[in-house]
Nanobody
Framework: QVQLVESGGGLVQPGASLRLSCAAS????????ITWFRQAPGKEREFVAL????????YYADSVKGRFTISRDVAKNTVALQMNSLKPEDTAVYYC????????????????WGPGTQVTVSS
C-alpha cells in the first residue's frame, strides 16, 4: 500500500510560481511512475506531468511544457511539481498518483491517489 499526500497549493496571481509536493508513506516509490493530474471545475481530469522513479526523466503535457518541472527526491520519497508563469487556466485541483505502468498518461493505470490540493490563479 502507498499513501499519497499533496501539499503546496494556494491562491496566486497570474505569472507567479508555486511548488507542489507529493509525499509517500507506506512504501517506497521505487517501482512506480509518479504523475500529476489536474481537474478544473466542470472539466475532466487531465494529465500534467510524470516522472519514472528509477530514471528520473520528466514528461509533460503540451499545455505546461516549459513552465512546469517535475522532480523527485529519492532520499525523502517525494515528488515535486515546480510551476512557473502560472496562468488562470492552470486553476484546478492537482492530484498526485502512483502506478506501475511505465510512463502512462492514463488515469486508469494509476492505483494510488492523493486527496488533491487546490491551485487558484487569479488577479
Amino acid at each position: 500500500q502507498v499513501q499519497l499526500v499533496e501539499s503546496g497549493g494556494g491562491l496566486v496571481q497570474p505569472g507567479a510560481s508555486l511548488r507542489l509536493s507529493c509525499a509517500a508513506s507506506g512504501r517506497s516509490f521505487s517501482y512506480y511512475t509518479i504523475t500529476w493530474f489536474r481537474q478544473a471545475p466542470g472539466k475532466e481530469r487531465e494529465f500534467v506531468a510524470l516522472v519514472t522513479w528509477s530514471v528520473g526523466r520528466g514528461y509533460y503535457a503540451d499545455s505546461v511544457k516549459g513552465r512546469f518541472t517535475i522532480s523527485r527526491d529519492v532520499a525523502k520519497n517525494t515528488v515535486a511539481l515546480q510551476m512557473n508563469s502560472l496562468k488562470p487556466e492552470d486553476t484546478a485541483v492537482y492530484y498526485c498518483a502512483a502506478g506501475s505502468t511505465p510512463n502512462s498518461r492514463r488515469e486508469d493505470d494509476y492505483r494510488y491517489w492523493g486527496p488533491g490540493t487546490q491551485v487558484t490563479v487569479s488577479s
